[in-house]
């Protein structure tokens, strides 16, 4: 069955002129410009696709977007789909594994964190090396999953060294403050209690946000390299925590916006 919805919506999506995308994009809460800088071939909303869920939250546009970037064909999530919305593990990763039936060979993912490590501010950007799951489900567990791949996907790496590598470098060469660290993923759509950011702080977290990991997992399930980057949109200190302004997370996120969009269109240039 869920075989033949992704068959279907692969179908759909190459009928209507998608064909052989190189990179996948998917662009995180108020990190919605990445697409000025398409040259667009194609702009399909997730309502006109067969299977394909439906966004919900008021700052994802809900639309997949194919074109060229960087020399590369790519196709852009843009809106993305979370547990808190009440979707399921599967639907929340069905757009990776549709990017990845359409030929994608390497996947780039923005989000939009809290800092838990308090050296990192607001505004600055974390590449991810690792992550903790907290979200108290998987991606691969349901009937028929190993039909996709090894379930028992491993997770030593589970994000490209090689690809961070680059941006690190990119980093560099661009002056731009990358920081490195581990997200914590949480089901959310609730922000933390004190006690909660006491207990990442505890199990080393650096970020916090409430998406990425299920979409990491497929990717890995998938053999698909992929690579994440947090903006830090606020500034979780259990002893000074401030009431959070989601139009202030928004805010802070399309300020730091195009020092994302300058690593993701350089490492396009390279992957």
């Not at 090396?129 to 998987?138: T, V």
């Not at 490209?160 to 731009?176: D, G």
């Not at 004190?194 to 990991?213: F, H, K, N, P």
Request: with cysteine; proline share 4%; aromatic share 6%.
């Amino acid at each position: 069955m869920k075989l033949q919805q992704l068959k279907e919506t692969i179908g759909f999506l190459k009928s209507n002129g998608v064909i052989n995308p190189e990179i996948g994009i998917v662009l995180g809460t108020g990190l919605g410009k990445l697409v000025d800088e398409i040259s667009i071939i194609s702009e399909i909303t997730y309502a006109d696709i067969p299977h394909f869920p439906q966004a919900t939250v008021e700052f994802h546009s809900g639309k997949l977007i194919y074109g060229n970037l960087s020399g590369k064909k790519v196709i852009v999530m843009s809106g993305r789909f979370h547990l808190y919305e009440g979707y399921n593990p599967w639907e929340v990763t069905y757009g990776i594994r549709t990017m990845h039936g359409l030929g994608i060979k390497n996947l780039l993912i923005s989000n939009a964190a809290g800092a838990i490590n308090l050296n990192y501010k607001k505004g600055d950007l974390m590449l991810i090396e690792d992550h903790i799951n907290l979200q108290g489900s998987s991606p691969l567990a349901f009937k028929g999953a190993k039909d996709f791949g090894n379930i028992f996907a491993d997770m030593l790496e589970p994000y490209s060294k090689e690809i961070n590598v680059q941006l690190n470098l990119i980093a560099t060469e661009q002056k731009i403050q990358l920081h490195k660290g581990v997200y914590a993923s949480v089901i959310g759509p609730q922000l933390e209690t004190r006690a909660e950011y006491r207990m990442l702080q505890i199990l080393e977290a650096d970020a916090v946000g409430m998406s990425t990991v299920p979409e990491v997992i497929v990717a890995k399930q998938l053999n698909l390299p992929c690579a994440a980057i947090s903006v830090l949109t606020d500034e979780c200190d259990p002893k000074n925590l401030q009431p959070v302004d989601i139009a202030e997370i928004i805010a802070i996120a399309g300020e730091a916006e195009p020092k994302m969009i300058t690593l993701f269109k350089e490492v396009i240039k390279i992957l």
